[in-house]
């Protein structure tokens, strides 16, 4: 039998209306318009080009689900509407269960858009072996992909310095959405100098901790989980033993 959990830090919004592709496909950074290929990830940005949500996007029947921290969706609700004017788009709550697991799918469900590694999801309740949260939590950071809240931070963070091309979660082929222009300016026109990255940690720390390299700023500790962790790092620091706090940080 498949494994897997409920994460309660998750939920899902759905989108209704005629306009609801259209109207989504001007904000997100990847598209939508062909979701029956199966779901995507994408983020929503600021004018400046900086990070305010991230969503695992499906279709459900004439409908569109975002599948969102559950602490960030209702201000992803509230700037929904804010920018749908007189476009034909609903914008509800769903209470539907967003359940992770590993191993072999249950039947409706979809392998993470991000990673085939992290696993799948399904909005429903099967039965299912039990799956420690922590066990995915380790994938996710041994993937170097980032949490909503912890390495993405609204307002600040640059989806690509966050993986977001690896991560399938911008197309650079769609039509203009909001952002678009800072972000395809950091793919064709400038080399990325810093970046999350899978680090070791040896000692204690906690996310948020700013790391040094010879005394010099080299960047952030975020997610950590036993002697592994992500950090935002300079790339030309990065070298070598680094110090986040008590702690050594080496990056792999």
């Given at each position: 039998?498949?494994r ?19 109207f989504?496909?001007?904000?997100l ?7 029956d ?41 509230q ?40 696993g ?8 299912l ?19 909503t ?6 307002d ?24 678009q ?14 970046g999350?990255?899978?680090v ?22 975020f ?5 592994r ?24």
């Amino acid at each position: 039998m498949a494994r897997g959990f409920k994460n309660t830090d998750r939920s899902v919004l759905r989108v209704t209306g005629a306009d609801r592709l259209s109207f989504l496909e001007g904000l997100l950074s990847n598209s939508v318009l062909n979701l029956d290929a199966g779901p995507v990830y994408a983020a929503m940005l600021t004018p400046q080009g900086k990070y305010l949500f991230d969503m695992i996007v499906s279709r459900d029947g004439d409908s569109v689900l975002l599948d969102v921290k559950a602490d960030r969706a209702a201000a992803l609700a509230q700037r929904l509407n804010m920018y749908k004017l007189r476009a034909d788009v609903q914008i509800t709550p769903t209470g539907l269960p967003v359940v992770q697991g590993l191993g072999e799918a249950p039947g409706g469900a979809f392998t993470d858009p991000r990673l085939p590694e992290l696993g799948w999801r399904i909005y429903d309740t099967p039965a299912l072996d039990p799956l420690d949260p922590a066990e995915w939590e380790a994938l996710r950071i041994e993937h170097v992909v980032p949490e909503t809240g912890i390495e993405l931070l609204p307002d600040e963070t640059y989806i690509l310095e966050a993986g977001f091309e690896r991560l399938h979660g911008v197309d650079f082929r769609k039509g203009c959405y909001v952002g678009q222009e800072v972000t395809a300016r950091m793919k064709h026109k400038t080399e990325l100098k810093k970046g999350l990255v899978a680090v070791s940690v040896d000692g204690p720390a906690t996310p948020g901790t700013p790391i040094t390299a010879d005394g010099k700023a080299a960047g952030t500790l975020f997610s950590v989980l036993g002697n592994r962790g992500l950090a935002h790092l300079r790339f030309d620091r990065a070298g070598g033993d680094m110090q986040a706090g008590e702690a050594r940080v080496r990056r792999f």
